[in-house]
């Protein structure tokens, strides 16, 4: 069974930063491809950003763009999230993912996924 432990998430202002952690067990870690979506308050899934299990390349959702970056530690079975520039919109629940062997299209459809962690952004 894959299980996730999500760490990092809290109150922001608008314009800080943030780093979301979350580290999985009970996989391969290295062969999945790994990423994040989140899901606002009365809105569906968004795709944040994702890793590449064959080469590593990060995938990003538009509205991130530049202020995201996603990293992993295989040895730790760990990603991360750093979150800078954050705005009131990407107040959301933040859930870690993953999905073999690629990343899913729109970096929304995964295998399996934690039960996420809050992110506020104040204005």
């Known amino acids: 069974e894959v299980q996730f432990v999500e760490s990092g998430g809290g109150l922001v202002q608008a314009g800080g930063s943030l780093r979301l952690s979350c580290t999985a067990s009970?996989?391969?870690?290295?062969?999945?491809?790994i990423g994040w979506f989140r899901q606002g308050p009365g809105l569906g899934r968004e795709g944040v950003a994702c890793?590449?299990?064959?080469?590593?390349?990060?995938y990003y959702g538009s509205s991130v763009q530049g202020r995201f970056t996603i990293s992993k530690d295989n040895a730790g079975n760990t990603v991360y999230l750093v979150m800078n520039s954050l705005k009131p919109e990407d107040t959301a629940v933040y859930h870690c993912a993953v999905n073999y062997p690629y990343c899913g299209s729109s970096l929304i459809n995964y295998d399996t996924w934690g039960q996420g962690i809050q992110v506020t952004v104040s204005s």
């Open positions: 890793l590449s299990s064959s080469d590593g390349r990060p």
């Open positions: 009970g996989l391969r870690f290295a062969s999945y491809a």
